[in-house]
């Protein structure tokens, strides 16, 4: 695609050559043909130095480009949009039951939905119209997966789990497992603990838009339900304990953990290894940062904590700070001591 023609789709416009554009790649690995992008005037050298055919750059950007310029008023969303062209086609998967899937004859299977093979649907599941349950998944007896969700392989939904519309599950979710629930108890006379499991009996409720990325797992409640609200965003490898609620439009990070019946509200961000105590409550729009660990509730006073127990970023930079400005006071005062020393001589 010429560039003066990807302009036109993007919005754009074009400064230089109308060079011939084939794929995006970030500024420092692309190369002839490639697009590439930068909206962060900190970044200007890797600009100046990017090998790409041409880059998306903001109206305001002056320090120029090696390469032509489109300039567009989003760069980032640009290039997306511009990856979306050159990205080869996902596979299609067409409606129809592969013959090596098992699905029990009261299982309810919509309209147009794509079972693939290995595929297991026990009894009394649902399976809404134009779903995809790709190959080895596995979905328990009375779950309920809803309209145009798709489900990548080895996923598993445990029993009664339900899943909305226009989900995104990916590999090796893991929904309704029992969530970590013992009674320990100490006999006397004896030397070790007696274990109890306690049984779990709720279930998991995926609201409608959620995406949930590879190998994350939520458990079931031990009564009533785990609740993930519409259109939240669940990264890689988290791990979502019994009867939480997430009442919809978060981000759960990648290796992020909520322990059991604690509650996120709307529009709240949870980064990348932070740690959620149980049995607290997250109000709205609150972020909690990279490895921050929230002992106790947060009433959304402060929108942003960081650091382990978890605090307002202020206060948090203000200690990684501390010890700079006393190693600065210390050599200040030594030498104040050097000066009034010579003084007294």
Not at 86 to 103: D, K, N, Q, S, Y
Not at 116 to 126: L, N, S, Y
Not at 233 to 245: F, R, Y
């Amino acid at each position: 695609m010429k560039a003066s023609e990807l302009a036109a789709v993007l919005g754009g416009t074009l400064e230089g050559d109308d060079v011939e554009i084939v794929a995006c790649a970030g500024l420092d690995e692309a190369r002839k043909g490639d697009l590439s992008f930068c909206k962060d005037p900190r970044h200007v050298k890797a600009v100046q130095s990017t090998k790409a055919s041409a880059v998306l750059l903001p109206p305001d950007w002056s320090d120029g480009a090696p390469c032509p310029v489109i300039r567009v008023a989003d760069p980032n969303h640009a290039c997306m949009a511009a990856a979306k062209i050159f990205a080869p086609p996902e596979p299609v998967r067409e409606p129809g039951i592969h013959p090596t899937a098992l699905v029990d004859k009261s299982a309810a299977i919509g309209a147009g939905v794509h079972v693939g093979a290995f595929a297991v649907i026990e009894k009394g599941a649902v399976v809404g119209d134009g779903a995809v349950i790709e190959a080895q998944t596995f979905i328990g007896e009375n779950c309920k997966v809803g309209e145009r969700t798709h489900i990548y392989p080895q996923v598993t939904l445990r029993e009664g789990t339900i899943v909305g519309s226009d989900c995104i599950l990916h590999c090796g979710v893991r929904l309704g497992g029992d969530g970590y629930g013992f009674n320990t108890t100490v006999e006397p006379g004896s030397p070790l603990p007696k274990i109890e499991k306690i049984p779990q009996l709720g279930i998991v409720e995926i609201g409608d838009g959620v995406e949930i990325g590879s190998n994350t797992t939520i458990d079931r409640a031990r009564i009533g339900r785990t609740y993930i609200g519409p259109m939240t965003k669940i990264d890689n490898l988290v791990q979502v304990g019994h009867n939480v609620k997430v009442k919809g439009y978060s981000g759960l990070i990648a290796q992020s953990g909520i322990a059991g019946s604690t509650e996120i509200g709307y529009g709240c961000l949870v980064w990348a290894q932070a740690g959620i105590s149980g049995h607290i409550k997250i109000a709205d729009g609150v972020q909690v940062g990279p490895q921050a660990g929230v002992p106790q509730s947060l009433d959304g006073s402060v929108k942003y904590v960081i650091g382990a127990p978890a605090e307002p970023m202020k206060d948090f930079g203000g200690r990684l700070l501390l010890p700079k400005m006393v190693a600065k006071l210390k050599a200040e005062v030594k030498e104040l001591k050097e000066r009034l020393a010579a003084l007294k001589k």
